[in-house]
């Protein structure tokens, strides 16, 4: 089994819908991540928690919110979605040790109308 | 702040050739580095790290070598093939930013291997 999972793995929906993608690791780690991927661009950071507590902005957090439900479980939320949002999500983790080698789940699709 | 520079893609190959990807960067502090690869589908896997200046980092028969005297750490294998086409990312973790280590990534190199 996959140590992180995101769901859904597709994802269509329509200007101005709330809708909230899922994480969840098996891998024990307290940091976890959301990242944004866009052609030519790379990833972009979105928000990031280094425990159940701890919330954080990335450089790119407009628009989005998340939540921290337990240390397995990080969710992404976006309120009211816009096409701008269109673009591939990923989740990772890591385990705070030095070097910050980071895992990464195999991503959300979405497509925003 | 830390940034990551890597050629633009795609690099396009015939199996057996060489591959370089060059990547530079710019830290302030002493930053490990990385390669990330993402086959198609699929989320970035680690493919290599270096921690320290001249380390060596190594992994199915790519290599790439922390420089810090030109600030480089260009991805080399000495022949690829078809299923190494994928998307490669060049990555730092600097302690500098209060010991939080946040990667910061390049833009990745996109790389077709032809038969």
């Known amino acids: 089994d996959a140590d992180v999972t995101q769901t859904p793995r597709n994802r269509i929906t329509k200007t101005g819908k709330r809708i909230m993608l899922e994480c969840s690791q098996t891998?024990?780690?307290?940091?976890m991540y959301w990242y944004r991927q866009d052609p030519g661009l790379g990833l972009q950071l979105i928000y990031y928690?280094?425990?159940?507590?701890?919330?954080n902005k990335g450089e790119i957090s407009d628009g989005y919110s998340v939540s921290r439900q337990a240390q397995a479980k990080f969710s992404l939320s976006l309120e009211s979605a816009i096409p701008n949002q269109t673009a591939l999500y990923f989740c990772?983790?890591?385990?705070?040790?030095?070097?910050?080698?980071?895992?990464f789940g195999p991503g959300t699709r979405l497509l925003v109308l | 702040g830390d940034s990551v520079t890597q050629m633009e893609g795609p690099v396009t190959l015939s199996e057996e050739a060489f591959l370089t990807i060059n990547c530079t960067y710019t830290?302030?502090?002493?930053?490990?580095l990385f390669w990330y690869v993402q086959y198609p589908g699929e989320g970035l896997q680690l493919l290599l790290k270096a921690t320290k200046a001249d380390d060596k980092g190594s992994n199915k028969g790519f290599e790439a070598t922390y420089r810090k005297e030109t600030t480089s750490f260009h991805l080399e294998k000495g022949s690829v093939q078809v299923s190494d086409s994928a998307v490669y990312f060049c990555?730092?973790?600097?302690?500098?930013?209060?010991?939080?280590?946040?990667?910061?990534f390049g833009r990745g190199t996109s790389l077709i291997v032809h038969p």
């Open positions: 891998k024990g780690h307290d940091r």
């Open positions: 990772a983790t890591s385990d705070g040790a030095n070097q910050e080698t980071q895992y």
């Open positions: 830290a302030t502090g002493y930053p490990s």
């Open positions: 990555a730092l973790s600097d302690s500098s930013s209060g010991g939080s280590y946040i990667p910061t």
């Open positions: 928690s280094f425990d159940v507590k701890d919330i």
